[in-house]
């Protein structure tokens, strides 16, 4: 790679006060925690000024990296995503982006609408030259390990190409994050055989098979908990799909464990398939980490803590000298 | 509906004898099983003479309704499906469908190449002639009870119209079998809403809601399991991911949970997104099954059931009727 990242410490990460079903209670309550424990990162809150105070006066943040940006609006989950960007500038995700954009700060992480994020940082981050369209990459421990599954839903249609470069992306991720030197890459289809799949995914493995990354291949739905592969590209439809299936079935099968058990976790030392993090959206200029929606404190923290390591790792960086 | 279905008896199945990895020892046993349980039914066995009588001997069999057809030739799951049916006439799934074909026989189950077996059904038995694209349904246990999805693998590439039909099809199949007045069909989509989706799925989205289906609009990947709808359509790309993914992790928390608690099954009793049967090629002219390569004897046992309750409740004959 060669390419060597200088950071200046503490490394600064925007969090959306505003972003998820729990904000800003579980939101601020994870960025104290995150504060507290990484002592690399200074963490951002943007929100609305009152409500955020409120809730960081529970805690003792004296000495504490932590401050606030205020930023009055609320995007909704259910608003148009870029009308709204355009419409309410003064929203904690318009506010936050534009403190990654201005080089205020490194990372942006928010638990808020997908699309409007997604929209934000297309629109004013812009993308990576080599990429033609961002992806959203989920990573999640399979049984061999973490893995990521990229597109999970930024992009609906895909080209053969855009699969090409998500592999090439989630690469990049897997080597920075994950330490892993040639990540084996899988392309998701409905067969093992390169002639099986549709027309974009039969494509898409001629453009694999004759790049320079790690290709093994076709993998099937069952190859994604089984953890065959280090990356597993598809179009952002059916990884969409895929991991929202997956969350659902986890839920499921936890709570039928749960009622015969006693109340015992089933997944207490190890989270098959829960996100371990956020998704990263991979191909704009700037770190940007989408939480799941339901985030609690601890999930916040998790994603603060892999904004920080995505920062120091250089992955944004290190996308732009994909060829 | 308003369709009469007179069926003599016993109801003939033919089974392919040498379909799936545990063939032909499981498929016979199933077969034996079947002829000794459901006195409606006559099991036809094709395979090779020797083998299969082989099988059969190691059973009482006086007085039970089974039979074998010869066919000495066997398709493997590699083989190019259309080549493959072509070139081996003498071949089970060939020799099966034809039985089928002339009327000598009411349904087909096989636990055989997917290509082949459709490939095969699709050239000889013809497709009807509402529906353009015939379709593979997977039928499972979702919290709600039985749910259908499809199409699991026979189209990688949909178009709209597909997806309607699809859906016309799986109403027709759970009207049918499960008695249900007006099944609720989703439209599996990577958001609720209607706007949500790829291409294909949003013009889906508008054939299905000026349909007279009970359309409750789009459904996600973790409405799968819940089973808040009955019918979800979705193109057998999209599909075969889910099923293979629902598949891949059911084991492994079953696995998981074995490991934890000695060895006791987490799906004594409810087989959440087990298939609970074969999964059926809806659109073709004449009743096919197809059961999972790994069908044990009761797997097998079950999808001839469920043949003789296709044909006897006219599924097939159904979907004639669709406009």
Chains 1, 2 share one sequence.
Not at 28 to 47: D, Y
Not at 180 to 186: H, S, T
Not at 254 to 260: A, P, R, T, V
């Amino acid at each position: 790679m060669g390419i060597e990242t200088k950071q200046l410490h503490p490394i600064r990460i925007v969090v959306d006060a505003m972003g998820g079903d729990y904000a800003p209670q579980e939101v601020v309550k994870g960025a104290v925690e995150a504060a507290q424990e990484f002592k690399n990162i200074e963490v951002v809150l943007v929100g609305p000024r009152q409500s955020v105070q409120k809730e960081l006066s529970q805690y003792n943040t004296s000495g504490l990296k932590i401050s606030l940006v205020p930023a009055e609006e609320t995007i909704g989950m259910d608003e148009d995503p870029v009308r709204a960007i355009r419409r309410k500038q003064d929203s904690s995700i318009v506010v936050g982006i534009k403190l990654v954009k201005s080089g205020q700060a490194a990372a942006f992480v928010s638990g808020g609408s997908t699309g409007a994020i997604a929209a934000a940082a297309l629109l004013m981050l812009g993308r990576k030259k080599r990429i033609s369209r961002p992806a959203l990459g989920a990573t999640f421990e399979s049984l061999k390990g973490p893995s990521m599954l990229l597109d999970v839903g930024a992009n609906a249609d895909c080209k053969p190409e855009n699969l090409l470069q998500f592999a090439q992306m989630g690469s990049v991720y897997m080597q920075r994050i994950h330490g892993l030197a040639q990540p084996r890459v899988g392309l998701l289809s409905s067969g093992e055989e390169s002639i099986k799949g549709n027309k974009v995914t039969r494509s898409a493995h001629e453009l694999l098979a004759k790049s320079k990354l790690n290709f093994v291949g076709n993998v099937e739905g069952r190859d994604i908990p089984k953890g065959s592969v280090d990356v597993i590209v598809t179009d952002g439809f059916t990884g969409n799909v895929a991991i929202k299936l997956a969350e659902g079935l986890g839920e499921m099968m936890g709570e039928l464990f749960k009622k015969m058990n006693g109340g015992a976790s089933l997944f207490k030392d190890k989270r098959v398939l829960n996100h371990t993090a956020g998704a990263m959206l991979l191909g704009v200029d700037g770190n940007v980490i989408i939480t799941h929606g339901k985030s609690d404190s601890s999930m916040i923290k998790q994603s603060i803590q892999l904004a920080g390591r995505m920062v120091e790792q250089g992955v944004t960086e290190a996308i732009d000298a994909i060829v």
